[in-house]
């Protein structure tokens, strides 16, 4: 996904409407070689991350743009990570399993 889309995405979007549009977040530690004056062993530690999880501790709509933010490394405990919206499987395959408060948060219900 191209950081114009990834953008596009995470400024339109909430996580109930990202969960019923089928988006999975990948996120990265961006842990790099320097701090400051100091050189650091870059982390980069990447995962895919629970959306309903997510939706469970902050709501249907919450913003995708705040998530960055509230992340942190559990490896090293960098605050700078990337945060990705990849499509996921088909609406199809997820019938049944939308949630009820991101069916009503995109007004749907």
């Keep these: 996904m191209s950081q114009e889309t990834r953008t596009l995405v995470e400024a339109s979007q909430t996580l109930g409407a990202a969960f019923l549009a089928g988006l999975r977040p990948h996120v990265r530690?961006?842990?790099?070689?320097?701090?400051?004056?100091?050189?650091?062993?870059?982390?980069?530690?990447?995962?895919?991350l629970d959306l309903e999880s997510l939706i469970w501790t902050r709501g249907a709509k919450y913003p995708c743009w705040?998530?960055?933010?509230?992340?942190?490394?559990?490896?090293?405990?960098?605050?700078?990570v990337e945060l990705a919206w990849l499509p996921g499987g088909s609406p199809a395959a997820r019938a049944g399993r939308d949630l009820h408060q991101c069916v009503v948060a995109s007004g749907r219900g």
């Excluded at 530690?29 to 895919?48: D, F, I, Q, S, W």
């Excluded at 933010?69 to 490896?75: A, E, G, I, T």
């Design 29 to 48: 530690c961006l842990r790099g070689k320097r701090m400051g004056p100091v050189k650091v062993e870059p982390c980069g530690h990447a995962t895919e």
């Design 66 to 80: 705040r998530l960055t933010s509230r992340l942190k490394c559990p490896r090293c405990g960098g605050m700078a």
